[in-house]
């Protein structure tokens, strides 16, 4: 059975760990750097980037994860989770810092500003033409602001989402998904919602990488 570790160390680490095992996966936690050795891939969870980044760095995670993502490791992270993924950060707290890995700035907060939390509608470019689109929940979550060209765009915030759910149209088109090689990240929580898709696509992602 594949091992898809999820970063214990602070957030919604539980309901990551449901949405792994609901797609038939190993689903330990990782919290020390042998717990990482173990995995053939690991979710970063939603919660507190700031945080988690100081955990992992006080546990001595940090260089040794970066050291896997280096070398292909397999991660998706979700909301503060693809904040520990982007290259460059905007709006970070003082100090913090990024385990990175996509080219890519994000921007801390974004909708923040606007509304604490959202939910809306999104296609998600990698689900088959005509499936339902995503339930995206979106909690003091952060947006993608400048992407490399390696990095695939896989979702944007719909115009008209903007009109109905959000009233400001500063939101509309953000990136809200994208992957680059084995790293996939998206600013919303689908670990919430009881739609398993995106674990899915990444349970794939993970498949293939181990094979
Ligand atoms: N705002 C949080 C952070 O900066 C992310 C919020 C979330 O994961 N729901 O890490």
Do not use: K
């Not at 996966?25 to 980037?49: M, N, Y």
């Not at 520990?84 to 921007?107: K, S």
């Not at 400001?168 to 088109?173: D, Q």
Request: with cysteine; net charge negative.
């Amino acid at each position: 059975t594949l091992r898809v570790g999820v970063l214990a160390l602070q957030g919604d680490v539980r309901e990551h760990t449901a949405a792994l095992q609901a797609c038939g996966v190993d689903a330990p936690a990782v919290r020390t750097e042998e717990d990482l050795a173990g995995v053939d891939g690991l979710v970063l969870p939603g919660g507190e980037s700031t945080v988690i980044d100081r955990l992992a760095r006080l546990e001595g995670l940090s260089g040794p994860l970066r050291e896997r993502i280096a070398h292909g490791l397999p991660v998706y992270g979700s909301c503060a989770g693809m904040i520990l993924l982007a290259d460059r950060l905007l709006d970070g707290h003082r100090e913090q810092q990024t385990f990175g890995g996509i080219d890519m700035t994000v921007r801390r907060n974004a909708f923040g500003r606007q509304v604490d939390s959202f939910e809306t509608e999104l296609r998600l470019s990698f689900l088959p033409d005509g499936a339902a689109p995503v339930t995206a929940v979106f909690i003091r979550a952060p947006w993608v602001e400048q992407v490399a060209p390696e990095v695939e765009l896989l979702a944007r915030v719909p115009a008209s989402s903007v009109e109905r759910d959000l009233g400001t149209r500063e939101a509309a088109g953000r990136i809200v998904a994208v992957r680059q090689g084995n790293l996939l990240a998206t600013s919303f929580h689908p670990e919430i919602t009881g739609d398993r898709r995106v674990h899915e696509h990444f349970v794939e992602m993970v498949r293939d990488a181990a094979r």
